[in-house]
C-alpha cells in the first residue's frame, strides 16, 4: 500500500468512528455499542446498529464506487471532466430503476439490476455518440444531451403511470439519498459495486497504458475489446448498483480523482484505489456535515445538495482552467 | 529474432487502396528505411506491421504468422513508435519510459533500474523526473523513442523518429537506432532525410502510391532514376546522388558511431 493511499485509509477509519458519533440526535455511543454486544436490547443499541451503521457503510461504498467509476472514466477516456454524473450513467441507473417501478418488477434485485442495465446503456450510448478520441466538449455535449434525454423518459413514464400508487412509489424512490436506509439496503449495493469495483481494478494496467493512446496501448499488449468490455460492465454494475440504493449523487466521482490524481503522479492505474478511498471518504464527510447540520441548523438535506453545492463550483474550475491550457 | 518478414500486404481504408502489394524483409541487426513522398503510405505500413491497423496478406515473426502470437507476446518482441504519440496525462519521464516494461510483468525496482539506465543511455537521464508537459518538442521526441526501446523490442518500428530533433539530436537518434541494431535487434524506420536513410539504414525502400518502386542497399537505391521516379526531382548534370545525399559529418562531443 503506498503512502497516499496508508493516509487515506486512516482518515477514512476516523471518518468512520465520527460517523457513527454524529446524529440527529445524541446518543451515548459507547454504551449503545455495550448493549449491542450483550445482546440487550436498547433503543440507542438500534439506532447505533440499524439506523448509524448501515448509513455510514451506504456512504463508503457508494463514495468508493462513485470514485473509482470517476477515476475509470477518466483514465478510459483521457477525459478529466468525465464521471458517472456528467456522462448520463447515473441518469441511466434512475431511468432503469424507473422503468423497474413502472413495470412492477422492483423486487428483490429488481431495482440494481434495472439500474445496472439502465447505467450500461446509457453510458455506451454516450461513447458511441462522442468517439474514442474527440474533444472533451463533445463527450460533455453527449453526455448533456443523454441526461437530458434520460430525465425526459422518467417525467414521461411518470406521467404515463397506470396508477396513482405507481406514481408515488417512483416520486419515493427518486427522493432518496444515503439516509433511511437498513441493511438490506446495503446487501442490496455491495455484490454489484464489490464486483464493478474489482472489473476496474482489473483495468488499471491499460488505464496507464492507455495514456500513450489507443494504438500504443495495443502495441504494449492491451487488448482494446476486454478494456472496454471491463471498465464498461465496471462502471455499469457499480452505479447501476449504487444509484438504486443512493439515487444519483453528483460531483463525487468527478472532484475525487481531481483531488487525488497529484498523489498517485498521475497514473491513471494508481489513481483507482486512491479514488476509491477518497471518494468513500468525501462523501462520508459530506454526509455527516449533513447530520451535524440537522442537529444544530435543525434543517434536513439530501447529500446530493452538500455534494452538488461543493461540486458545481469545482466543476466551473475546471471548466475555466481546461479552456485557458487545453493540454 | 533472425528475420522479420511481410508478404503481399493491402491495406484498404474507406475504399481507398492505400497499399498495395507491398513485400519486406528485415533480419536481425538490419536497419530497414523506408523512405518515400509524403501520404505514400509509410506511416500506414509501420502500423500495419504493428499490428495496430488491420491487414491482408502475410506478416511472419521468425516464420511464425504474427495474428498467432498472443498480444502480450507480440509486446515484447515488437515496439512502434508513432510520429507523434499523444501522452494524455502529466506524466514524469520515468513513469512513460517506464510503460514500457508492462508487457513483462517485472517487479517495480527492476523496472526502475532498467529505466534509469535506458534514461542515462539516451542522454535524458536529467530529466528523469521532469512533467512531460514540460519539455520542448525535441525533448519529447526522443523520450518517446527511449519509450520505444524500453522494451528491449527485437524489432523497432519508427516512425519519422527525427521529425522534430535539430541536427546533432538527429545524428544522436539515428546512433541509438543503430546501437539497437549492433544488439541482434532490427529497426524498420520512415525517414524523409536522404542523407541520413542512406547512411545509417542498411537497405532502404523506396515506396510511391501505395506500391513498392524499388528496393536495395542505399547505392541500389539513392540514384538520379529512382529520385526523379519517386520525388520528381533531377539532379544537376553531372552530379552523383549518393554523393549528393552523403553525411559527411558525425557528432563530435560523443563520438558516437556514426556509419553502418
Known amino acids: ?327 | 529474432m533472425r528475420d522479420f518478414r511481410a508478404d503481399r500486404l493491402d491495406v484498404v481504408i474507406d475504399n481507398r487502396h492505400i497499399l498495395k502489394a507491398i513485400d519486406l524483409r528485415v533480419r536481425a541487426g538490419e536497419m530497414h528505411g523506408l523512405i518515400a513522398p509524403t501520404g505514400a503510405g509509410k506511416s500506414t505500413l509501420l502500423r500495419a506491421l504493428a499490428g495496430v491497423r488491420p491487414a491482408a496478406g502475410h506478416i511472419r515473426f521468425d516464420g511464425v504468422e504474427l495474428s498467432t502470437l498472443s498480444p502480450l507476446e507480440r509486446a515484447r518482441r515488437i515496439a512502434w513508435l508513432a510520429q507523434s504519440g499523444p501522452v494524455h496525462w502529466p506524466l514524469s519521464i520515468a513513469q512513460i519510459v517506464a510503460l514500457s516494461r508492462q508487457p513483462w510483468h517485472e517487479a517495480e525496482a527492476l523496472t526502475r533500474e532498467k529505466t534509469t539506465r535506458l534514461l542515462d543511455a539516451c542522454g535524458l537521464g536529467d530529466l528523469a523526473e521532469r512533467r512531460y508537459d514540460t519539455l520542448s518538442g525535441g525533448e519529447k521526441a526522443r523520450v518517446l523513442l527511449a519509450r520505444a526501446l524500453a522494451g528491449e523490442p527485437e524489432l523497432l518500428l519508427a516512425d519519422e523518429p527525427t521529425a522534430a530533433l535539430d541536427l546533432s539530436h538527429q545524428l544522436e537518434v539515428m546512433a541509438l537506432l543503430r546501437a539497437h541494431c549492433r544488439r541482434g535487434n532490427a529497426v524498420i524506420v520512415v525517414l524523409h532525410d536522404l542523407r541520413l536513410a542512406g547512411h545509417y539504414c542498411d537497405r532502404l525502400q523506396f515506396l510511391k502510391g501505395g506500391s513498392t518502386l524499388v528496393s536495395g542497399t542505399p547505392p541500389q537505391v539513392i540514384t538520379a532514376h529512382w529520385l526523379e521516379t519517386a520525388y520528381d526531382i533531377r539532379l544537376r548534370e553531372g552530379r552523383d546522388a549518393l554523393e549528393a545525399f552523403s553525411l559527411n559529418w558525425r557528432l563530435r562531443e560523443r563520438n558516437y558511431p556514426a556509419n553502418r
Open chain 1, 1 to 327: 500500500m503506498s503512502r497516499p493511499a496508508r493516509l487515506l485509509a486512516l482518515l477514512l477509519g476516523v471518518l468512520f468512528v465520527l460517523s457513527l458519533f454524529v446524529g440527529s440526535n445524541p446518543i451515548p455511543v459507547f454504551q449503545a455499542l455495550l448493549d449491542r454486544l450483550r445482546d440487550a436490547p436498547s433503543a440507542i443499541g438500534i439506532v447505533l446498529a440499524e439506523v448509524r451503521l448501515p448509513r455510514t457503510l451506504i456512504a463508503i461504498v457508494a463514495g468508493a464506487a462513485l470514485g473509482v467509476c470517476g477515476a475509470a472514466l477518466q483514465g478510459f477516456l483521457h477525459n478529466p471532466l468525465a464521471s458517472p454524473g456528467l456522462i448520463g450513467t447515473s441518469s441511466g441507473a434512475a431511468f432503469g430503476a424507473v422503468v423497474a417501478l413502472y413495470f412492477g418488477f422492483a423486487g428483490g434485485y429488481g431495482i440494481p439490476l434495472a439500474g445496472m442495465l439502465g447505467a450500461l446503456l446509457a453510458t455506451l450510448l454516450v461513447y458511441l455518440i462522442a468517439g474514442r478520441d474527440t474533444g472533451m466538449l463533445t463527450l460533455i455535449l453527449a453526455g448533456v444531451a443523454i441526461n437530458a434525454l434520460l430525465t425526459a423518459l422518467i417525467s414521461l413514464l411518470l406521467s404515463l403511470a397506470p396508477s396513482p400508487y405507481a406514481v408515488q412509489e417512483i416520486v419515493v424512490w427518486m427522493l432518496r439519498s444515503i439516509s433511511n436506509h437498513g441493511f438490506d439496503d446495503f446487501w442490496l449495493m455491495l455484490p454489484g459495486a464489490l464486483l464493478g469495483g474489482l472489473l476496474l481494478f482489473r483495468c488499471r494496467r491499460a488505464l496507464d497504458a492507455l495514456t500513450l493512446g489507443e494504438d500504443t496501448a495495443t502495441t504494449l499488449g492491451i487488448d482494446l475489446r476486454r478494456t472496454r468490455a471491463l471498465l464498461f460492465a465496471g462502471v455499469a454494475l457499480a452505479m447501476g448498483s449504487v444509484v438504486s440504493i443512493t439515487g444519483a449523487i453528483g460531483f463525487v466521482g468527478l472532484i475525487t480523482p481531481h483531488l487525488l490524481r497529484p498523489l498517485a503522479a498521475h497514473r491513471p492505474g494508481r489513481l483507482l484505489a486512491l479514488s476509491a478511498l477518497g471518494g468513500a471518504g468525501l462523501l462520508l464527510a459530506a454526509d455527516i456535515g449533513v447530520r451535524l447540520l440537522q442537529r444544530f441548523g435543525g434543517v434536513e438535506i439530501k447529500v446530493g445538495i452538500v455534494t452538488a453545492l461543493l461540486g458545481a463550483p469545482f466543476f466551473l474550475w475546471l471548466i475555466l482552467h481546461h479552456r485557458r491550457s487545453p493540454a
